[in-house]
């Protein structure tokens, strides 16, 4: 099992993570069975998202997207166009040929399909794989959990696996998957939960329907909920001394404590089973519910990845997973109540932090609204093109020159459904750690530079040149990942012919938009987090969780006015040149034998000399 957060985006010229699995976005739309109605989002969307018609044809199945902004409310339609009847409409269904954009060097086929249940589902078939896997997505994580069983999200992803009404021995599914060279993992995020596994393809169907009775009928019998509480409290205790585990809770603890982002996802004895049982709470009730009222087909996502074709597979899935009940469940999105991840109460702090391993880091985190639901566009992916940047005029560059920096990430660490927690980070030097004040005004100059210099064209057509270089030559991935991380991406928006390369999409410039981003990337509107093992003797404070010890004090009033009024005078501190070497075409030169001859050098003299 893992309990899991997303960690940071990072973007340079060498590398772009955009985190395909784990990534708690806004519900996928559906197709469902190319129904001519509108299907539309939750509503609490953020203004301004592009919303997408879609045109299917039950002749050719070609798709036609066009791109529209809805200043209130983003959503995916889906419309079936040239259907002479309604009997012609309920025959329609999806093939091979839906023309999901995939990779040159993909040669499996793919296909979409809705179950009668609301159950969406992608079909992956690649007859040479070596393994078979699957992946269930479901829509919900620890930012539901009831604020007296912190970690029941976590608990309910551990129970999952120990014995169904089908299936009710609790070692079938792990003994099944050893026996026939098998592995499966699970993860709990902010808001989705993910399981995966793989398994020999001549023994997948068996563990598939084994698979799929974990969301139909688990048992969550008592004493296999008393010995997994062991399993997870053994898992929380591992994290204690990892300074990433550390370093999330304690970012956690900082937020609105009136948001679920402030919430202890990981669980432990104490939570899930010392502090329940002294006030009357039975745990295994709570799960149940839990399960009964969140676990619904309607938010969840399958992706299937075979070496059977794509009929076969359809049937398989057909038999296993049609029982999943469907209990149209309103994906929870962020804080019900409205409350920010953090106010401005929260805001304008410094925070001190004492690791275990000797390092010191420089983190600045910005909250912004969920800007990252504008797929097509990516803001935030431009300013992180742009902040972590190494080369010359960039911020790293230029600390490097200094000698108080080795490394610079920039993007977003941490998403939701209602936020996008937005951040640069700075492994520091000894040197760079007494000059954190000066790189927080380097930083803001390089930002003011880029409102001097304004939103440019060309880098986000180099950007989308890149995004859609680095797609064009993916290669394959282990099947088990690849499930896992498509499974999880469609519980996003986006049209469904583009779920394979949804997070490389950079094909809708919009400068207001992107400015936007860079005006909210300010002083009064962020928080400094400083680790180092230096501040051992002046943090005397302690997070419950992970015992870390840190300190905080407001930033300086006549500080902040100093990063506001910042103007750009340091000239090393630039936009980088654009790149000429970026290649846009791919295709093959075509030219007659007569025009290759033609432009051949003549043989003047060829003899033995």
């Known amino acids: 099992c893992m309990y899991a957060f997303k960690a940071f985006s990072c973007t340079t010229p060498r590398f772009q993570f955009h985190r395909l699995f784990r990534s708690s976005s806004k519900q996928f739309a559906p197709i469902r069975r190319c129904i001519s109605r509108p299907i539309t989002t939750n509503p609490a969307t953020a203004a301004g998202i592009p919303s997408i018609a879609y045109t299917l044809s039950s002749t050719t199945t070609k798709h036609q997207p066009q791109v529209q902004f809805n200043s209130k409310l983003a959503s995916i339609e889906y419309q079936q166009a040239m259907i002479s009847s309604e009997s012609d409409q309920k025959?329609?269904?999806?093939?091979?040929?839906?023309?999901?954009?995939?990779?040159?060097?993909?040669?499996?086929?793919?296909?979409?399909?809705?179950?009668?249940?609301?159950?969406?589902?992608?079909?992956?078939?690649?007859?040479?794989?070596?393994?078979?896997?699957?992946?269930?997505?479901?829509?919900?994580?620890?930012?539901?959990?009831?604020?007296?069983?912190?970690?029941?999200?976590?608990?309910?992803?551990?129970?999952?696996?120990?014995?169904?009404?089908?299936?009710?021995?609790?070692?079938?599914y792990k003994d099944f998957l050893a026996k026939h060279a098998g592995s499966s993992n699970a993860y709990t995020g902010k808001e989705n939960t993910n399981y995966f596994f793989d398994v020999k393809s001549e023994n997948f169907d068996e563990a598939l329907d084994i698979f799929a009775q974990f969301f139909i009928g688990p048992l969550f019998s008592e004493d296999a909920t008393s010995r997994e509480l062991n399993a997870v409290d053994s898992e929380n205790s591992k994290n204690l001394q990892s300074d990433m585990w550390r370093g999330f809770q304690l970012l956690k603890m900082t937020a609105n404590p009136l948001h679920p982002f402030h919430k202890f996802g990981t669980g432990n004895r104490k939570t899930l089973d010392e502090i329940p049982s002294s006030n009357g709470i039975?745990?295994?009730?709570?799960?149940?519910?839990?399960?009964?009222?969140f676990y619904?087909?309607?938010?969840?996502?399958?992706?299937?990845?075979?070496?059977?074709?794509?009929?076969?597979?359809?049937?398989?899935?057909?038999?296993?997973?049609?029982?999943?009940?469907?209990?149209?469940?309103?994906?929870?999105?962020?804080?019900?109540?409205?409350?920010?991840?953090?106010?401005?109460?929260?805001?304008?702090?410094?925070?001190?932090?004492?690791?275990?391993?000797?390092?010191?880091?420089?983190?600045?985190?910005?909250?912004?609204?969920?800007?990252?639901?504008?797929?097509?566009i990516k803001a935030e992916g431009f300013w992180s093109h742009l902040l972590g940047h190494e080369g010359e005029g960039s911020v790293f560059n230029f600390l490097k020159e200094k000698g108080w920096a080795n490394s610079l990430s920039a993007g977003t660490f941490h998403e939701a459904l209602d936020f996008n927690l937005y951040g640069c980070q700075i492994a520091l030097t000894v040197e760079g750690e007494n000059h954190t004040d000066e790189i927080l005004e380097y930083i803001y100059e390089y930002l003011a530079m880029?409102?001097?210099?304004?939103?440019?064209?060309?880098?986000?057509?180099?950007?989308?040149?890149?995004?859609?270089?680095?797609?064009?030559?993916?290669?394959k991935t282990k099947p088990i990942n690849y499930v896992s991380s498509l499974s999880s991406n469609m519980q996003k928006e986006f049209i469904p012919k583009e779920v394979l390369m949804v997070?490389?999409?950079?094909?809708?410039?919009?400068?207001?938009?992107?400015?936007?981003?860079?005006?909210?990337?300010?002083?009064?509107?962020?928080?400094?987090?400083?680790t180092s093992q230096s501040y051992k003797k002046e943090c005397d404070l302690e997070?419950?969780?992970?015992?870390?010890?840190?300190?905080?004090?407001?930033?300086?009033?006549?500080?902040?006015?100093?990063?506001?009024?910042i103007s750009h005078k340091t000239k090393d501190l630039a936009y980088p040149d654009p790149n000429i070497f970026m290649p846009t075409k791919f295709d093959i030169n075509d030219s007659t034998d007569k025009e290759i001859a033609a432009n051949q050098p003549v043989t003047l003299i060829d003899n033995d000399l």
């Not at 109540?337 to 880091?361: A, C, H, N, S, W």
């Not at 094909?507 to 962020?526: C, G, H, Q, R, W």
């Open 296 to 376: 619904s087909a309607n938010i969840m996502k399958l992706t299937v990845l075979t070496t059977s074709d794509l009929d076969v597979a359809t049937k398989i899935i057909l038999k296993s997973f049609s029982q999943v009940a469907n209990k149209d469940v309103v994906r929870p999105k962020g804080n019900a109540d409205g409350e920010l991840v953090f106010t401005k109460k929260q805001l304008g702090k410094q925070y001190k932090i004492v690791p275990v391993r000797d390092m010191r880091v420089l983190k600045i985190i910005w909250p912004l609204p969920p800007v990252h639901l504008k797929y097509r």
């Open 450 to 475: 880029a409102k001097e210099s304004g939103v440019k064209k060309w880098i986000y057509e180099e950007l989308a040149a890149k995004n859609k270089m680095t797609f064009r030559f993916l290669e």
């Open 91 to 172: 025959k329609f269904k999806f093939t091979e040929e839906t023309n999901i954009i995939k990779p040159v060097l993909d040669d499996r086929k793919y296909k979409f399909l809705e179950l009668d249940n609301k159950l969406q589902v992608l079909l992956i078939s690649d007859p040479k794989s070596d393994k078979s896997a699957a992946s269930m997505d479901v829509g919900i994580g620890h930012f539901s959990d009831p604020s007296e069983l912190p970690g029941l999200a976590h608990f309910c992803e551990h129970m999952l696996f120990l014995g169904t009404k089908k299936y009710p021995e609790e070692a079938t």
């Open 282 to 293: 039975k745990v295994r009730e709570a799960l149940l519910d839990f399960h009964d009222k």
């Open 543 to 565: 997070e419950p969780w992970y015992k870390s010890n840190y300190c905080v004090e407001d930033l300086d009033r006549k500080f902040i006015t100093k990063l506001q009024q």
């Open 503 to 530: 997070n490389y999409i950079y094909d809708n410039f919009d400068e207001k938009v992107i400015a936007k981003v860079l005006s909210m990337l300010t002083p009064d509107n962020m928080n400094v987090y400083l």
